[in-house]
């Protein structure tokens, strides 16, 4: 067996080279607007499967790929202080030369390469999918601590963070839950086997923007491609591919809040092969009471080798290690009960307690995200790739017997020591196939198995259910085809993806123990039409999402008063379904200085996975409590943008979002989302001035509703309103050449500007925090 795949490779490998010997090329020349031309640009070949080949214009702005298979590229070319520039897809024949000049612009819109809306490179001016993207020159200028900060602003995007930096964080898109966004790493999936709910939520806190390229935002389901999770939309962390020559990137800040962060990038390649090894080191010693430590180690890597130019072998490597400290939760008082208000305003020290310290209670967070991906391009009809994955979790959370002196009064019979191990495995092998059956027929067709592991632990323990590993297996088959008509003005687009479960439990009840839980089936159809004269596109979506049942859900463990540790899963439960749909337009005007759009959006679920309380046992296995499935809720809404480059060294950009969004609430009907604002206003200027750059982000959060819980008998809950805010963060940088290839920044800023004191879900946020550093780059 290993004989004839070895003898397989072999013969793929030279087939392509001796193809390659008769191979098209790629040559351009990179000027700028007044025909200078431009030396170290960033040239990056994307093939059709998303495979991307990078490398830098020389001393004369001349740039080269050899040796390349007939069939359809990307080029894309940044360079400092200009404008991103994509090409039309370029279609080369064998043996032939395709020459592209490139002239890029200071004052226009970026036109970026994304792959997320269909899991194939494409223009975004091209997509049928609502897909928003955040560069890594636009992450930096904004020079947030993590990557959920660096998000707001984006249109349909809610990011939460719950008290000093290293609190619980949650993105949020289109009115929808914390756990309905699905994080991916180059287009595979990442989540946590051991969150309660099987998602990100519990990895997003510590994400940190090191060696990416960019983020790309899809909103809208996109589970015909990328699985579960994906109900309101998906998050694709895309890594920095390395290019000729050797570079590092290197800084160190300070701030307030006793904040130090350094980082350190280098990458590099040659002719067949390229790195980017990356590490951020952040430290908050303090904290908003002064004892908010945490700490967080986040490290990234690619490695790429291309034996020839239709062969890509790819490594990714992700990670963090985190440590922090965490306070005790809000709670309500007397007052928030005695009122005739529904939703009473929440008012610190009135109608609730907010967060306070507690000096032992915290957690410990580690997350490895390692994968590998063979992709070749077989000729210009047909490519294919194989890749595998494993994520692996471990987090503890931790309370000792300790209490702050001055909230001694909240803790009536002293505070409850517990130690809680949850530890995730995930092993995913993705396999798919490009067929290109003409010019406007672009056909995918794949496989994909996950196998995860989850193991729970809890201490203080009264059951013999403690210290168990529980299993599940998941198989799906995916298929899209992708058609455009009218010389490329209609594009069209169909999914449809099928999922299989099967189970090993530790504890399942002999009476489900032949059960298997039931399948699920999603489609997905999208429609673009383009005017290209007037610049304008029209586009709409419809599809379904859906979210397995996790591991918890199925076979979750807890401690209750009375009943010690308890398993209340359910290993039959149903997966979650929604159907969501979408529509809108973008246009253009000025010569690409100007772009706005808005999209009407509509997301109803179908069928969730709820929590019975403590009173019923879903089962009737003498279970207490459990989960099932229920009706869920729906969420719509309007998003709107405009990007603006008006002058010379001016990008602006502002959003609005309005969303109305519903929970089904048993014997109540539909009620308020919780902790989803009905608006959201962001705006981001950006003005470069010769070596000095400004920037300045403001963000909008309108008013909420969260439900904040008693810490004492009877444990009432009280759903209160919190009032909106809004976030000013102003930064300025100045750089300056020390030398050919050595550039200095200097910068500093303020978060929170205004210092407005705010709270999230009853969680104080920090006031203004200053923070400066320097960084050199060659």
Known sequence: MNKTIL???????????????????????????????????????????????????????????KGLRAGSYLI?????????????????????????????????????????????????DEIAKVVSTLDSVEIEAKHELTLAEALRGTPGVRVQQQGSPGALTTVRLRGQRNFDTSLLLDGLRVRDAGDINGSALSLITDLVPVALDRVEILRGAGSSIYGTHAIGGVLNLIPEVGSDGFHVNAGFEGGNLGTYRERLQVSGGGKSFGYELGA????????????????????????????????????????????????????????????????????????????????????????????????????????????????????????GPNVDPQFASFYSFGDFEFLNVNRGTIDTVDSRVNIRFSRSNLATAGFEFERESFFQSSQPSFSAFNNTTDRQRTFAVFGQDQLSFLQDRLRLSLGARGQWYRIRSADRPGLLQGTQAESSATGDGAIAYFFRRSGTKLRAHVGNGFRAASLFERFGEGNFSGAGLTRFGD??????????????????????RVMFGATYFYTRLQRVIAFTGFVDDPLG???????????????RGVETYLNASPVKGMDVTASYTFTNSDRSVVSQGLQPEYVIPKHLLGLTWRQRYRSLLFSLDVNRTGSY?????????????????????????VFASYETRRSERVVLVLFGGVENVFDREYYENGFLAPGAVGRGGITFRF
């Open 621 to 635: 296995l003498g279970r207490f409590t459990g989960f099932e499935n229920r009706p869920g809720g729906l969420a």
């Open 280 to 399: 951020n080191r952040l430290d908050v010693r303090d904290g908003i009471d002064g004892d908010d430590a945490y700490g967080n180690t986040g490290f990234a890597g690619r490695v790429q080798f291309n034996p020839t130019e239709s062969i890509t072998i790819a490594g990714n490597l992700y990670g963090t290690i985190a440590n922090g400290r965490v306070n005790d939760s809000p709670f309500p008082l007397p007052a928030a009960f005695g009122t005739s208000q529904r939703f009473p305003d929440a008012v610190a020290g009135v109608t609730f307690q907010p967060d306070f310290n507690n000096p032992d209670q915290g957690r410990r967070q580690r997350l490895i995200v390692a994968s590998g991906r063979f992709t070749h391009v077989a000729n210009d009809r047909i490519d294919y790739s194989i890749a595998y994955q494993r994520v692996s979790s471990n987090r503890r959370n931790y309370n």
């Open 705 to 729: 509703i969260a439900p904040v819980f008693e810490n004492n008998f009877p444990f009432r809950m009280a759903e209160m309103t919190f009032s909106g805010y809004t976030k000013a963060d």
């Open 571 to 592: 290993p039959t439960l149903r997966a979650e379904q929604s159907i969501s749909a979408d529509g809108g337009f973008d246009q253009r005007l000025a010569n690409d």
């Open 7 to 65: 003898v397989i490779l072999v013969m793929l490998i030279a087939s392509a080279n001796l193809f390659a010997q008769n191979g098209a090329a790629i040559r351009g020349v990179v000027t700028d607007e007044n025909g200078a031309k431009v030396a170290g640009a960033h040239v990056v070949l994307t093939l059709t499967p998303g495979v991307q080949l990078a490398t830098q214009t020389d001393q004369s702005g001349v740039f080269e790929y």
């Open 76 to 124: 894309e070319v940044k360079a400092d202080g200009f404008s991103v520039f994509t090409s039309e897809s370029i279609q080369l024949d064998r043996g032939k030369t395709k020459e592209l000049p490139v002239q890029l612009r200071v004052a226009a819109i970026n036109a970026n390469v994304v792959v997320t809306a269909t899991g194939t490179a494409q223009r975004a």
